[in-house]
């Protein structure tokens, strides 16, 4: 086209100068293509130390707060068991050496070196070429807010070995900590937890921490990053660090307000989506009204980019969706949106074994006394929404609700029409007729869930029934 002619052109006349100005072009483009990319994906988010042990052996782990034996090799031994329910991409533990029990990673004391629990160097570049032959995208969690548990005595951090390289406790509570998540100044420049809180304003802290994640992507292959604790960090330093990484980029901001959320999408590329995961809990869980999800969509406008947020209803940071709402067709239409809904979905390892830990480490539990069972029910119906998930390419289509009230919501994606309930296995037969559609009349519409399941449009309508509390995906015959 005249910009490919009009390069060419400028490379006569100015040679050097217009390929530096055409390869940062590129680079612009390759950030929001990688972005895009992303958004066929669904993710399966796992603990390195829960998922798999390198001998297979599945003897439980009696202490969650400490190792339960986990590694690269178990992982890259049970891959079979995540692509079978269709996932094309992983999300795993960070993996630099930590402090003293540090089963989850975001304790770092050495930055250059991996964590011997997990395994070696080698088994994690193992673990990333073993996903990209199966067509599995890795994306790695990456802490930059915070170190270990050191108290004050850093000797020992590599390479983050003196006491400018953190905040002080100017402004903070009397343990050094975060005590008021209101005050901004006070959530960038303290301690989560009694955590070591990393100055990134120092030239040779915000350096090292750059040069750190540029040189793990490029070192291993990941496809993407989580960016642990974003509030807790100027955006500014992050706007540095997702060009350092060069990949997609979703960080966490473990917050259910809306436009503080979304105050941090370009400083990275998505967020976890937190807001809609609160509702997601409120409307399933606690079977309160379906038209919170209508208003939470209406407030997301606040975000620049709904599709390349993290969609979930389950992490290890929060008691499982079962640990407070035992029915499993609650949970298998919060599942249904997150998998058919706007947005990256990640899926919480141990969801497709009807795990229900509470709060954390009872949320992180091991994988292995399941015996990594493929014949579960919702071991099934993962696969099976997955599957309609790419095969009618969902993340294609704008999603369009189509009908809300307090116990009914229903959407389309393309021609796909998603018709929910949060009226629970004790609700008896729901009907609502639906005029708001894209179909025309005479147009046959089939239940994916559930064969011979058919309704006709007529006279610019149709009627959807559920009973039992569940969930239903038609499309055109």
Same mark, same amino acid.
């Given at each position: 086209?005249i910009n490919a002619?009009?390069?060419?052109?400028?490379?006569?006349?100015?040679?050097?100068l217009?390929l530096?100005i055409?390869s940062?072009?590129?680079l612009?483009?390759?950030?929001?293509?990688?972005?895009?990319?992303?958004?066929?994906?669904?993710?399966? *988010?796992?603990l390195?130390?829960?998922f798999? %042990?390198?001998?297979?052996?599945?003897?439980p /782990?009696?202490d969650? #707060?400490n190792?339960?034996?986990? &590694? +690269?090799?178990?992982?890259?031994?049970?891959?079979?068991?995540?692509?079978?329910?269709? +996932?094309?991409? =992983?999300?795993?533990?960070p993996?630099?050496t930590?402090?003293? @029990?540090?089963?989850?990673?975001?304790?770092a004391?050495?930055?250059?070196?991996?964590?011997?629990?997990?395994? &070696? #160097?080698?088994?994690? @570049?193992?673990?990333?070429?073993? /996903?990209?032959?199966?067509?599995?995208?890795?994306m790695l969690?990456?802490?930059?807010?915070?170190?270990? $548990?050191?108290?004050?005595?850093?000797t020992?951090?590599?390479p983050?070995?003196?006491?400018?390289?953190?905040?002080?406790?100017?402004g /903070?509570?009397?343990? /050094?900590? =975060?005590?008021?998540?209101n005050?901004?100044p006070?959530?960038?420049?303290?301690?989560?937890?009694g955590?070591?809180?990393?100055?990134q304003?120092?030239?040779f802290?915000?350096?090292k921490?750059?040069?750190?994640?540029?040189?793990m992507?490029?070192?291993?292959?990941?496809n993407?990053? %989580?960016?642990d604790?974003v509030?807790?960090?100027?955006?500014?330093?992050?706007?540095?660090y997702k %060009?350092?990484?060069?990949?997609?980029?979703?960080?966490e901001?473990?917050n259910? $307000?809306?436009?503080?959320v979304?105050?941090?999408?370009?400083?990275l590329?998505?967020?976890?989506s937190?807001?809609m995961y609160?509702?997601?809990?409120?409307?399933?869980g606690?079977?309160?009204?379906?038209? *919170?999800?209508?208003?939470?969509?209406?407030?997301?406008?606040? +975000?620049s980019d709904?599709?390349?947020?993290?969609?979930?209803?389950?992490?290890?940071?929060n008691?499982?969706?079962?640990?407070?709402?035992?029915d499993?067709?609650?949970y298998?239409?919060?599942?249904?949106?997150?998998?058919?809904?706007?947005?990256?979905?990640?899926?919480?390892?141990?969801t497709?074994?009807?795990?229900n830990?509470?709060?954390?480490?009872?949320?992180r539990e091991?994988?292995?006394?399941?015996?990594?069972?493929t014949n579960?029910?919702?071991?099934?119906?993962?696969?099976?929404?997955?599957s309609i998930?790419?095969?009618?390419t969902?993340?294609?289509?704008?999603?369009?609700q189509?009908?809300?009230?307090d116990?009914?919501?229903a +959407?389309?994606?393309? $021609?796909?029409?998603?018709?929910?309930?949060n009226g629970?296995s004790?609700?008896?037969?729901?009907?609502?007729?639906?005029?708001y559609?894209?179909?025309?009349?005479?147009t046959?519409?089939?239940?994916?869930l559930?064969?011979?399941?058919?309704?006709?449009v007529?006279?610019?309508?149709?009627?959807?029934?559920?009973?039992?509390?569940?969930? @239903?995906?038609?499309?055109?015959?």
């Amino acid at each position: 086209g005249i910009n490919a002619e009009y390069g060419v052109l400028m490379m006569r006349t100015a040679g050097y100068l217009c390929l530096l100005i055409v390869s940062t072009v590129l680079l612009h483009q390759s950030f929001a293509e990688i972005a895009t990319q992303w958004k066929s994906r669904t993710i399966y *988010q796992v603990l390195t130390d829960r998922f798999a %042990r390198t001998d297979g052996s599945t003897s439980p /782990c009696n202490d969650l #707060s400490n190792y339960c034996g986990g &590694t +690269f090799r178990g992982l890259i031994n049970k891959l079979d068991y995540i692509t079978g329910m269709g +996932f094309d991409a =992983i999300w795993i533990s960070p993996v630099v050496t930590n402090t003293a @029990k540090g089963y989850h990673g975001y304790w770092a004391l050495n930055f250059e070196t991996i964590n011997a629990y997990f395994g &070696t #160097s080698s088994d994690l @570049k193992a673990l990333v070429s073993s /996903c990209h032959s199966k067509g599995v995208w890795v994306m790695l969690d990456v802490v930059a807010n915070h170190v270990g $548990n050191v108290g004050y005595d850093y000797t020992n951090v590599v390479p983050f070995n003196l006491p400018q390289y953190y905040h002080d406790c100017n402004g /903070c509570d009397s343990n /050094c900590n =975060i005590n008021d998540w209101n005050n901004q100044p006070q959530v960038e420049h303290c301690r989560l937890s009694g955590l070591a809180d990393l100055n990134q304003t120092n030239v040779f802290v915000n350096q090292k921490l750059l040069e750190w994640v540029s040189s793990m992507v490029s070192t291993y292959g990941f496809n993407g990053l %989580r960016v642990d604790t974003v509030p807790e960090v100027p955006k500014s330093f992050w706007s540095s660090y997702k %060009r350092a990484a060069g990949v997609y980029t979703v960080g966490e901001v473990f917050n259910g $307000n809306v436009n503080y959320v979304a105050g941090y999408q370009g400083s990275l590329d998505g967020l976890i989506s937190y807001p809609m995961y609160f509702t997601l809990r409120s409307v399933f869980g606690s079977k309160q009204s379906m038209y *919170q999800i209508q208003n939470q969509l209406q407030a997301y406008s606040a +975000f620049s980019d709904v599709t390349v947020l993290g969609t979930f209803i389950d992490n290890h940071d929060n008691p499982r969706f079962l640990n407070g709402q035992s029915d499993t067709w609650l949970y298998k239409n919060a599942l249904a949106y997150v998998l058919m809904a706007t947005g990256i979905p990640i899926i919480y390892y141990g969801t497709e074994q009807g795990f229900n830990g509470g709060s954390d480490p009872n949320c992180r539990e091991a994988l292995w006394p399941s015996n990594y069972n493929t014949n579960t029910d919702l071991y099934k119906w993962l696969t099976t929404l997955i599957s309609i998930r790419k095969k009618y390419t969902v993340w294609s289509y704008n999603q369009v609700q189509r009908y809300a009230d307090d116990s009914f919501y229903a +959407f389309t994606r393309g $021609n796909l029409f998603v018709a929910l309930t949060n009226g629970g296995s004790g609700q008896g037969q729901i009907e609502r007729t639906i005029s708001y559609h894209p179909y025309a009349d005479g147009t046959k519409l089939c239940n994916l869930l559930y064969s011979g399941d058919c309704v006709t449009v007529s006279g610019g309508k149709f009627n959807v029934y559920l009973l039992h509390g569940e969930a @239903k995906i038609f499309v055109p015959q």
